[in-house]
């Protein structure tokens, strides 16, 4: 109840999800500062966990070459210093590397959510600062040697160390910089004593050597905060779109219990309506006939008429409503045979042509000679021609035209073309008349009112054909609507059976 308002407590409804999204949002930014604010890096604190997590994984996977290094450079000493020295010195080396694998390994046992980052990045510091120390020792041994090669060889191993110092702990600079602090003060004091040009050569190159390792070691982690940061966003936006993803899965799920609870209230609705309906325009029918004698009040029977117009145009609005539901839902089954598209275009001009006498509009027909028949449902074919034609006529001012035109598509199918003359339609309009209970404005204003389905179940019909359906309109020029059916439906002449006798022959 905290996150209601007090408005919508008493509305009884819950929260929007828009201002929880957004005050999620707003949490997860203040969070975010307050932990770079709080960080020694600037840096989000899980950007600080991963990248001491990324060294403690580097350093616990190259302790075995360490080792081996160490070993190596030990064996090489023994030329130069008695054994006894040597072993002083890799004493201390394996066990700072021992001390920094343990807590290395301690922080990589903690859970990631009561880890003390300022803690253990102190922790490591030390450690590797410690462990540089005792690889810098290595030049106390060759104190005072004068032999070829010597100093070479001291100058180049630690050089090799601070190498493998900044490739293992690129990602957190302050150890690479304690790693490689006493190593650089260790050979600056021990050439320090030291005029010859050899030696003043090998600390310049160990300095210029220790400089690159500081750029490098700055770029790699550069690179590493990167590389987590797009890892960030990658996985970020996983997440954003498996949540997307459920609010879509969550969604169709709702659109299809609608969709089903919708089809279930029209078929119950469609009895429960049709029964009464049925009855009205009956018993209005016998009282404006007056099939058991006249009214009284010779308004009754004006009323009777209007009770079965009504009536009727309720019946008809409902089975309009019924046939879209079916087209929208896949459930309408055309019952196809042969037909001719110019037979059922005369029947309707036939059957509305009274309409339009009565408004003095004229209908112009014009058919193309010899068009084959067509293979369709007629019944779904004659409800498309004349819902596009009484359109026209309800559309067309008093005195207007009305061309229909049956004939050839260019790519071998048929078509239908009703032309008026109109309010016509605005081009932006299209998408609202083909929608259900769309209309044009134009024709709100000039036109009796309509149910705004006529079009679109002429859309759906023709769509379950194969065909195609298209507007061209302009305002105050006229409407004409085209209904194309593909060539498949077109039934050429078939060429004879052969008889028995011939085919035998042949």
Sequence with gaps: MSDLTAEQVQRGRGPDPSALARRKLISREVRSARERLTSTTGLDRAFDYE???????????????????????????????????????????????????????????????????GFWRKAIALAELLHGTCWALLLVLFLGQEAPGARFFVVTALLIVSALTVMLGATLPIVVYAGLAPIALGTALFFSGHGDMDSMTLLLMAACAQLFFVFLANRLYATSVATIAFRAEKDALIAELETANANSDEARRKAEEANLAKSRFLATMSHELRTPLNAILG????????????????????????????????????????????????????NEESLSLSGIVDESVHMLKLRAKAKGQTIRQAVEPELPAIWGDERALRQAVLNVLSNAIKFTPQGGEISIKVGWTAAGGQYVSVSDTGPGIPEEEFPTVLQSFGRGSLAIKTAEQGSGLGLPIVKGLIDLHGGGFQIRSRPRAGTEVTITLPAERVMDTLPALPEPGARSAA
Aim: proline share 3%; glycine share 6%; with cysteine.
């Design 51 to 117: 990248l001491v997590r990324l060294f403690a994984q580097y350093r616990s996977a190259g302790v075995a070459g360490t080792l081996v290094l160490a070993a190596l450079i030990a064996a090489a000493t023994c030329i130069w210093v008695p054994v006894y020295k040597v072993m002083g010195w890799l004493v201390p080396v394996v066990l700072s590397a021992g001390i920094t694998l343990l807590l290395c390994r301690r922080f990589l046992a903690e859970q990631a959510e009561r880890v003390r980052i």
């Design 283 to 334: 018993f209005s029918e016998v009282m404006k006939n007056e099939v058991f004698g006249p009214h009284a009040n010779p308004a009754y029977k004006e009323y009777s008429g209007d009770i079965h117009d009504s009536g009727q145009h309720l019946l008809n609005l409902i089975n309009e409503i019924l046939d879209l539901s079916r087209i929208e839902a896949g459930k309408y089954d055309l």
